[in-house]
Nanobody, 114 residues
């Protein structure tokens, strides 16, 4: 079992920044991919960004050049630095850990006011 602890969501004005963190604990498979997904009200969950143990990243086109994903392998923690936030970034952001199995966090609300 892997447990995911997310933090860093909140309310911010458009143009502002937030940093999300997700710490994984438990039976950590050495090779894994961690990432962030989001789900806006009335919409399907979508990819935001992912990063592998080796540091390879993947971003949704809508967040490229504004969001940066990074990780600390020693801490099994993934970060999402979100800059130039827009109202359309408002959503519940979920951390995902894919190793031997697939795990999701509880989600953290990000609200961007115009």
């Amino acid at each position: 079992q892997v447990q995911l602890a997310e933090s860093g969501g909140g309310l911010v004005q458009a143009g502002g920044s937030l940093r999300l963190s997700c710490a994984a604990s438990g039976s950590i498979f050495r090779l894994n991919t961690m990432g962030w997904y989001r789900q806006a009200q009335g919409k399907q969950r979508e990819l935001v960004a992912t990063i592998t143990t080796g540091g390879s990243t993947n971003y949704a086109d809508s967040v490229k050049a504004r969001f940066t994903i990074s990780r600390d392998n020693a801490k099994n923690t993934v970060y999402l630095q979100m800059n130039s936030l827009k109202p359309e970034d408002t959503a519940v952001y979920y951390c995902r850990f894919v190793g031997r199995y697939d795990y999701w966090g509880q989600g953290t609300q990000v609200t961007v006011s115009s």
